[in-house]
């Protein structure tokens, strides 16, 4: 499938296409050579939806109505435009089905949810502060072990056929096996895919990478994209962290009590950039740290501390880059 093709069409369906960008959906679609890229992003647009990606919008009858008829009216243009019968019916026959099978998608969301046109979606979002921890029970009984300053969003209930949640910042799971339903964690660029396990999460949006550890059973990790694409499966006392702005990923063992220290109150790094831990001690102790240097964010260093005092933390840091620290207040300089 061509990616161009399906980031514009992605871009038409969710009505944010330019005035040229329209004169290329007219050629794309004229041309009816782009079935599969159209199937892919209306399954996309599905899927979003059933997973909740789209649980902070309020998708109306109304809103459904003009985006089909938003498509079907592009395509009468371009049907009477048309000089090729054959390409016009074959093209207005593959666009209004999936224009229908899209709102087809819409309605069975609403019966799945048992939802009005002016009801908000039902979700639960549990957000932390700094400093703060909470312990979540999802629907099917499954726990999450939230840190502070995250966020995971969640349907009131799992459907028939997976149980989907969204996360930014970090967390624990512990999931209640159900080989009828995968549990899936969308993190940012990533998806983390599981049946029954304990895992940790970290995709702090201000972060450069995404980690993810295994503390029992597997998991696979996908890149949340229009490919998809399985980046690596994980077994226990392993664990990978994806770069996200260049897509590469790092691979390491992590010692079985390190797997998810930040639990039990203890700060441990393995192989990760100086930057990313200084945003954690940040978030850790509610400070902002000013680094002089900053061509030490992306050094990458590998400490454990207990992490009860924030004097003894800078120590080790400083000591590891080469910087001296000073404390004013909740402000701290390194240089």
């Not at 892919?40 to 599905?46: K, N």
């Not at 499966?233 to 770069?243: A, C, F, N, Y």
Request: net charge negative.
């Amino acid at each position: 499938m061509d990616n161009q093709i399906i980031t514009l069409l992605t871009r038409f369906v969710n009505d944010e296409c330019s005035g040229t960008e329209l004169k290329d959906i007219k050629q794309i679609l004229e041309s009816g050579n782009y079935i599969n890229e159209w199937n892919h992003v209306i399954g996309q647009a599905e899927f979003n939806i059933i997973s909740g990606s789209l649980n902070n919008t309020i998708i109306s009858d109304s809103k459904s109505k003009e985006l089909f008829e938003r498509i079907l009216e592009s395509n009468r243009d371009v049907a009477f435009e048309s000089d090729n019968r054959k390409e016009s019916k074959l093209m207005w026959n593959w666009i209004s089905a999936a224009a229908i099978a899209l709102i087809v998608a819409f309605a069975s969301y609403y019966a799945t949810m048992n939802w009005s046109s002016a009801e908000v979606s039902e979700f639960v979002e549990v957000i932390t502060e700094v400093g703060e921890r909470k312990m979540v029970t999802l629907p099917d009984g499954s726990t999450v072990r939230l840190d502070d300053l995250s966020k995971i969003s969640y349907p009131i209930e799992f459907s028939e056929t997976a149980r989907v949640v969204t996360l930014e910042g970090k967390a624990f799971f512990e999931i209640e096996s159900d080989l009828s339903r995968p549990f899936s964690v969308f993190a940012n660029e990533i998806e983390v895919k599981v049946l029954g396990t304990a895992f940790g999460v970290r995709a702090y949006n201000d972060d450069n990478e995404i980690a993810v550890v295994v503390e029992r059973g597997s998991v696979s990790i996908v890149e949340n994209s229009t490919d998809a694409t399985e980046i690596e499966k994980l077994s226990p006392d392993e664990q990978i962290t994806v770069d996200r702005d260049t897509r590469t990923f790092r691979f390491n063992r992590v010692a079985r009590e390190d797997t998810n220290a930040w639990k039990d109150g203890r700060l441990v790094f393995h192989d990760e950039p100086f930057g990313d831990v200084i945003r954690a001690v940040e978030r850790r102790y509610n400070v902002k740290i000013d680094v002089a240097d900053q061509t030490v964010y992306t050094q990458r260093i590998t400490f454990k501390q207990n992490g009860d005092v924030l004097e003894d933390v800078l120590k080790i840091l400083s000591l590891v880059v080469g910087l001296e620290f000073e404390i004013d207040g909740n402000r701290v300089s390194m240089k």
